[in-house]
């Protein structure tokens, strides 16, 4: 029975976008190449178009997918949609360059297109930013599915860009993505990225990517695929909803939720820095600074800055020991579960 948190070897993802020096720097780690600008931490879920690229595996060299499917209770206390499923996906990203804009569908979408009862809300906690660097998130005004449809296939990237929310990001805002949202990273942004667990992206802007027109609707075809765009106004009041703001090296509440309370159902992440408990069931960690311990009911492990760790549930409720500062990842309050006993 799996009750001790495991310590994960580094997991960077070949992308087609530049980035991961950042990553690096904070793991401490090396990159082998300048196009590696995500981590899936603790991943139980792979690329989309290649099933051996993704998944975590501990410093032992063990698969986390497979331990958390040989032990779901212990490893998820119940939940999950399928073997090895944690109910979610956490990543540091590294944008050396502008990501495309592009939206993920819906779990209303995905389970009546792609057979998956997640989709792909998601969020992002900025750890850091050059100056001037910003988001782009849903549109400013309401946009004709015709002329999306339309810039989409004359790649007229600055078109859609017009039309978006341009927000500038500093360090320790915490934004919330939702399902259906157009959206794209700009340059020199770094951060962790909580999200469901599965690699759904439609891509409205493919042209700045290694990818093209047939790889860009998730083998749909965008007459089906664009239905899980929202061409609404994503008005200013909207908008202010979807950010929190928490200064993330200023003395901290020894846990402190950093993301608004709409992410709740789909996933959460915590500062956590001594004295701060964490309530059981799986998590996702990441050490920002400092050394120290976790302490649960089968004992402790420590921890330094740049460790990354999968918390099974079975460690029971835990707590932070020790001059260290980590961000913890969990799944939401309405993530699936499967259907009959999970072990």
Wanted: glycine share 12%.
């Amino acid at each position: 029975m799996s009750t001790r948190p495991v310590h994960l070897r580094p997991n960077l993802v070949e992308h087609f976008y530049a980035g991961g020096a950042r990553i690096a720097a904070l793991r401490g780690i090396e990159t082998t190449s300048p196009r590696q600008p995500e981590e899936w931490l603790a991943a139980t879920v792979s690329r989309v178009d290649d099933p051996d690229q993704g998944l975590a595996r501990t410093v032992e060299g063990d698969v986390l997918r497979d331990l958390v499917a040989a032990d779901p209770r212990a490893w998820t206390g119940g939940l999950g949609a399928w073997d090895g499923d944690t109910g979610l996906l956490l990543k540091l990203l590294d944008a050396g360059q502008r990501l495309p804009v592009h939206v993920h569908p819906d779990r209303a979408f995905a389970a009546s297109h792609l057979e998956c009862p997640y989709g792909k809300t998601e969020s992002w906690l900025v750890l850091g930013a050059e100056r001037d660097a910003a988001v782009y998130l849903g549109w400013s005004t309401d946009v004709d599915p015709v002329d999306v449809a339309k810039a989409r296939d004359a790649q007229d990237s600055e078109w859609m860009l017009g039309r978006m929310h341009r927000v500038p990001v500093r360090r320790g805002d915490g934004i919330l993505v939702p399902a259906g949202t157009a959206h794209a990273i700009g340059e020199g942004v770094f951060v962790a990225e909580a999200q469901e667990p599965t690699d759904f992206s439609i891509l409205l802007e493919w042209s700045v990517t290694t990818s093209g027109r047939d790889d860009s609707h998730l083998g749909l075809g965008f007459d089906v695929a664009m239905q899980a765009l929202d061409h609404a106004e994503t008005p200013a009041r909207r908008l202010e909803e979807l950010i929190a703001h928490h200064d993330l090296d200023a003395p901290t509440a020894p846990a402190t939720s950093l993301l608004p309370a709409e992410a709740d159902p789909f996933f959460r992440i915590d500062l956590v820095a001594d004295g701060g408990q964490v309530g059981d069931g799986f998590a996702a960690l990441v050490v920002l600074a400092g050394e120290g311990r976790l302490r649960g009911g089968s004992g402790t492990v420590d921890v330094r800055a740049g460790d990354a760790l999968a918390v099974p549930a079975a460690f029971g409720t835990w707590r932070v020991e020790g001059d260290v500062r980590l961000l913890a990842a969990r799944p939401g309050t309405e993530t699936p579960r499967r259907e009959g006993p999970r072990g």
